[in-house]
């Protein structure tokens, strides 16, 4: 059992920066692909960006491709999402989650490829 503790949201204006965390225990983090997530209020949860669990290949949606960028540290265990030039529809609640893929290199990008997630932290971007 995968436990992901997520940090580092909050309320910031257009064009600035924020860097989440995703800290994982319970589990071999090396072991699971990892993904951030958001969903707006009333929209779907959509996929953001994804990095495999060998830390090989990364994935992003198109509207954030050159502003976001996913790491992880196996050290620590810990998933990061650096957020730059953040736009006001960049708000949401960002979730992170872990998942085990059968491919080193494979980054699921639906829900459905992650077996656990973290609670969420929100993000906010005011004009």
């Known amino acids: 059992q995968v436990q992901l503790i997520v940090s580092g949201g909050g309320l910031v204006q257009a064009g600035s920066s924020l860097r989440l965390s995703c800290a994982a225990s319970g589990g071999t983090f090396r072991s699971y692909a990892m993904g951030w997530f958001r969903q707006a209020a009333g929209k779907e949860r959509e996929f953001v960006a994804g990095?495999?669990?060998?830390?090989?290949?990364?994935t992003y949606m198109d509207s954030v491709k050159g502003r976001f960028t996913v790491s992880r540290d196996n050290a620590t265990n810990t998933l990061y999402l650096q957020m730059n030039s953040l736009k006001p529809e960049d708000s949401a609640v960002y979730f992170c989650?872990?998942?085990?893929?059968?491919?080193?290199?494979?980054?699921?990008?639906?829900?459905?490829?992650?077996?656990?997630w973290g609670q969420g932290t929100q993000v906010t971007v005011s004009s």
């Open positions: 990095i495999s669990r060998n830390g090989g290949s990364t």
């Open positions: 989650a872990a998942g085990n893929p059968v491919f080193p290199h494979t980054v699921p990008t639906r829900p459905g490829g992650y077996n656990y």
